[in-house]
């Protein structure tokens, strides 16, 4: 098996708990928080594919969808569009209104598939590509993927933890 091949299984791994999380869901979810200061459904999962979207495009030299195809105008938040979630504060967390989990899905479907074209072009040498020399040891293009996609399964794994969770209130 190809590196790039298992690359793609994690990465499907993700968009699956995604569309997982999200199926089906009472759009009154999307933004409930079990206490004020926790996350909620539609800040985990824009924030997971913000970052898929920002850390892959980047490696790939391409635009980020968001920008790319429009997807920070649908979602009409109040951050700047280079804005990915991370350090936001719980009151940023708050003002990440999305009331269509749709927006969410479609936005997850187009950030994987870029994905998966970007990884259908690797070999295992790209993988050894420096891609972040502010590290000690410098991060190299295949620790960069792994690190992606472990943020991602985490908080896909939150979504649908809270969404089971606020389902049984």
């Known amino acids: 098996m ?23 869901i009472d759009p009154d979810l999307l933004n409930a928080r079990i206490d004020p200061e926790a996350n909620t459904i539609a800040w985990l999962v824009w924030h997971l594919t ?15 969808a968001y920008t790319d195809a429009g997807w920070a105008d649908r979602f009409g938040l ?11 504060s719980s009151s940023d967390v708050g003002r990440t209104q999305v009331t269509d989990p749709q927006l969410l899905v479609g936005y997850h479907a187009d950030v994987h598939r870029r ?6 072009t690797l070999t295992a040498a790209d993988l050894d590509r420096v891609v972040d020399e502010r590290w000690d040891p410098p991060v190299t293009l295949g620790v960069r993927l792994v690190s992606v996609i472990g943020d991602d399964l985490q908080h896909a794994g ?12």
């Not at 939150?158 to 209130?169: C, D, I, T, Y």
């Open 2 to 24: 190809e590196s790039r091949d298992l690359l793609l299984t994690a990465f499907g791994n993700v968009e699956e708990v995604v569309r997982g999380a999200l199926d089906g």
């Open 50 to 64: 913000r970052v898929q979207d920002d850390h892959v495009s980047e490696v790939a030299g391409v635009e980020q």
């Open 78 to 88: 109040p951050f700047d569009p280079a804005a990915i979630g991370y350090g936001f």
């Open 115 to 120: 994905t998966a074209e970007f990884l259908r």
């Open 158 to 169: 939150q979504a649908a933890l809270l969404r089971g969770s606020l389902e049984r209130r």
